[in-house]
């Protein structure tokens, strides 16, 4: 069974700092590329950064860029996203996502972000 678990939400200023982490089980973790997505409240899925299966390549939304850094590790098959300098626009639940670029959709909980003052 494919278990991916987010967690390291919560209530941060503006200009604050989150790190969010995700377990994932139940798949072949090193083979597949890893994304965060998020919803923020009444909108649809965004995307937000993708890593590649060997932790080189990384992408990002082009508003996030230099704030966010994603990374993985693959021997203890987790997924991280380092926030910095957050905005009340990140505001929303983020999921970690395999193969995203396939079209899966989020199969976790989600862990919820929100930026407020």
């Known amino acids: 069974e494919v278990q991916l678990v987010e967690s390291g939400g919560g209530l941060v200023q503006p200009g604050g700092s989150l790190r969010l982490s995700c377990a994932a089980s139940?798949?072949?973790?090193?083979?597949?590329?890893m994304s965060w997505v998020r919803q923020a409240p009444g909108k649809g899925l965004e995307w937000v950064s993708s890593?590649?299966?060997?932790?080189?390549?990384?992408t990002y939304k082009d508003s996030v860029k230099g704030r966010f850094t994603i990374s993985r590790d693959n021997a203890k098959r987790t997924v991280s996203l380092q926030m910095n300098n957050l905005k009340p626009e990140d505001t929303g639940v983020y999921y970690c996502?395999?193969?995203w670029g396939l079209g899966r959709a989020p199969e976790g909980q989600g862990t919820q972000v929100t930026v407020s003052s």
């Open positions: 996502v395999r193969d």
């Open positions: 139940g798949f072949t973790f090193s083979s597949s590329a």
């Open positions: 890593i590649h299966n060997d932790g080189v390549m990384t």
